[in-house]
Antibody, heavy 122, light 113 residues
Framework: QVQLVQSGSELKKPGTSVKVSCKASGYSFNSNGITWVRQAPGKGLEWMGWIDTATGKTYYAVNVQDRLTLTRDTSATTAYMELRSLMSDDTGVYFC???????????????WGQGTLVTVSS | DIVMTQSPASLAVSLGERATINCKSSLSVLYTSNNKNYLAWYQQKAGQPPKLLIYWASTRESGVPDRFSGSGSGTDFTLTISSLQAEDVAVYYCQQYYTTPLTFGPGTKVDIK
């Protein structure tokens, strides 16, 4: 079955960076893009960006595009999200999710990782 | 950016009764070339990741109970739970994938009355 397993919780200081991994299994990794969504405590869902796992092409949300890098390692079937220059507002749960549609742009998301809590605090 | 709004922000429904959640997009998410609405619905229970319920505005994801249904077109959409069960207590989000940035509605919290 499709499974996305994310790396563990992180505690970071303001101004530093965090890199979260998302290990995929149970399907052909190159066939479906991976999106990253975050959720601040008690808040709604915010789309951050998407990576085409076959080509490495990315789309980023404007509000994080200068600080966000999405990558993937196809041999390891793992996607990565790196966010730099962390601020307290970046505190929240970060999810990776698999595209439910095999195409060259993000659509809906049919499988989700368990989430990674990133806490930014001095 | 396409702004998604949802109403109500929360609702409480008796077990077995109908729950209706509305979602509105600031621009049409109907792609006329294929006549498809680029809208999905998710359910998120406390402490869990979201779960896909509906895509293409009305196509139920495999394994989702048929008490969940989606309808609407253009800018106005509805998620209906025909007979609310205890396990349906959750926050429900709509999401457009018509264009990037993808955007979610603010969520609707559903509780038992």
């Amino acid at each position: 079955q499709v499974q996305l397993v994310q790396s563990g919780s992180e505690l970071k200081k303001p101004g530093t960076s965090v890199k979260v991994s998302c290990k995929a299994s149970g399907y052909s990794f190159n066939s479906n893009g991976i999106t990253w969504v975050r959720q601040a405590p008690g808040k709604g869902l915010e789309w951050m960006g998407w990576i085409d796992t076959a080509t490495g092409k990315t789309y980023y949300a404007v509000n994080v595009q200068d600080r966000l890098t999405l990558t993937r390692d196809t041999s390891a079937t793992t996607a990565y999200m790196e966010l730099r220059s962390l601020m307290s507002d970046d505190t929240g749960v970060y999810f990776c999710a698999r595209d439910g549609w095999n195409t060259v742009a993000p659509y809906w998301f049919d499988s989700w990782g368990q989430g990674t809590l990133v806490t930014v605090s001095s | 950016d396409i702004v998604m709004t949802q109403s109500p922000a929360s609702l409480a429904v008796s077990l077995g009764e109908r729950a209706t959640i509305n979602c509105k997009s600031s621009l049409s998410v109907l792609y006329t070339s294929n006549n498809k609405n680029y809208l999905a619905w998710y359910q998120q229970k406390a402490g869990q990741p979201p779960k896909l319920l509906i895509y293409w505005a009305s196509t139920r994801e495999s394994g989702v109970p048929d008490r969940f249904s989606g309808s609407g077109s253009g800018t106005d959409f509805t998620l209906t739970i025909s007979s609310l069960q205890a396990e349906d207590v959750a926050v429900y989000y709509c999401q457009q994938y018509y264009t990037t940035p993808l955007t979610f509605g603010p969520g609707t919290k559903v509780d038992i009355k």
